[in-house]
């Protein structure tokens, strides 16, 4: 399976807004969840979000609230709409989508920073 692309990422004041956008590779119908990562400098890869094939949507408590994961089956795209950013929030996010097996696949990620 082809990496899904994320794009989306940028500068961005505390407070602001941000979307992200990852297109898959593959019908996401056919997937059984597509999520959302992150990684700041020197920590380990954080869980942000997740929707399931059947729409059910997760959230990591420092996001929930403030995150809002949703997709496009028709264009085959997931977005994470991220509102009331903080600097904590800074990291590289990367999409990831995980088939009927278990298995994952990772995209090369976007640099989201927020900073006054």
């Known amino acids: 399976q082809a990496q899904p692309v994320e794009s989306g990422g940028g500068l961005v004041q505390p407070g602001g807004s941000l979307r992200l956008s990852c297109a898959a590779s593959?019908?996401?119908?056919?997937?059984?969840?597509m999520g959302w990562y992150r990684q700041a400098p020197g920590k380990q890869r954080e869980w942000v979000a997740t929707?399931?094939?059947?729409?059910?949507?997760y959230y990591g408590d420092s996001v929930k609230g403030r995150f809002t994961i949703s997709r496009d089956v028709v264009a085959n795209m997931v977005y994470l709409q991220m509102n009331s950013l903080k600097p904590e929030d800074t990291a590289v996010y990367y999409c990831?989508?995980?088939?009927?097996?278990?298995?994952?696949?990772w995209g090369q990620g976007t640099q989201v920073t927020v900073s006054s």
């Open positions: 593959v019908t996401i119908l056919s997937l059984n969840a």
């Open positions: 929707i399931t094939k059947g729409g059910s949507r």
């Open positions: 990831n989508t995980k088939d009927d097996l278990g298995s994952d696949t």
